[in-house]
């Protein structure tokens, strides 16, 4: 009989045995061959955004905020196809705008609160505001579309996509830059050719033969329109 290893006596650990190193020596005449290129890969660049970067360029945080609040609300009375909506119910809903607390200062949430609801009591009230919001076939709001062009995905945000009543393609774009003084119609085109290739992009992600594009201003009841 073997006697047990007393307690806390604990027994030999096995000799690890390491096998003997055996070096090889190539013969002085190998010539290495020659390695192949390292495969190239490239990343696809990140997604490019093409919404509202040209219309901010210029403009101070409160207009970025009043614009990013009227397309907000612009697309829930698009949703609604107008039902329900009066200038009353806009009026109303102010203290519900909250742009205090989307960045806008304190002293400016006024003037602020008061562009917003001339905006889309504008549109409300005008014929070709109604004609956009209103139900139409095929309507989008809001609609996000990705394409890839080279190797970059480009995202766009098409602020209203429907089809007319003899089955057009429109993509419309809000626009709440306003303009002090006169000339309206000369602000208005400038901003036509400004945007043109916005738009025109636009147009290309969407890949119809034949689509309408146009521009419309809510603090101007403004609108222009072209064919792509």
Known sequence: MHA???????????????????LKRFAAELVMPVLPSGAQWQAPAPD????????????????????????????RLADDALEGWTPAR???????LALERRGVRPAECNEAAT??????????????????????????????????????????????????DNGVRWIADYKTSGHEGS????????ERLRYEAQLARYAAALGEPRTKLGLYFPLLAGWREWEK
């Open 90 to 96: 806009i009026e109303a809903m102010r203290p519900r």
């Open 183 to 190: 000339d309206v119609d000369v602000f208005l085109d400038r």
């Open 115 to 164: 562009r917003v609801v001339r905006a889309l009591t504008q549109t409300l009230t005008d014929e070709r505001g109604r004609w956009l919001l209103g139900p139409r076939a095929d309507a989008r709001s809001e609609y996000r579309v990705r394409r890839l062009v080279g190797n970059v995905m480009h995202s766009y945000v098409m602020d209203r996509v429907f089809r007319d």
């Open 48 to 75: 490019a955004q093409d919404h509202e970067v040209i219309e901010f360029s210029w403009a101070g945080e409160t207009a970025r905020h009043v614009g990013t609040v009227v397309h907000r609300w612009l697309q």
């Open 4 to 22: 047990n290893p007393s307690p806390g006596v604990h027994a030999p650990a096995a000799v690890k045995v390491v096998p003997p190193q055996t």
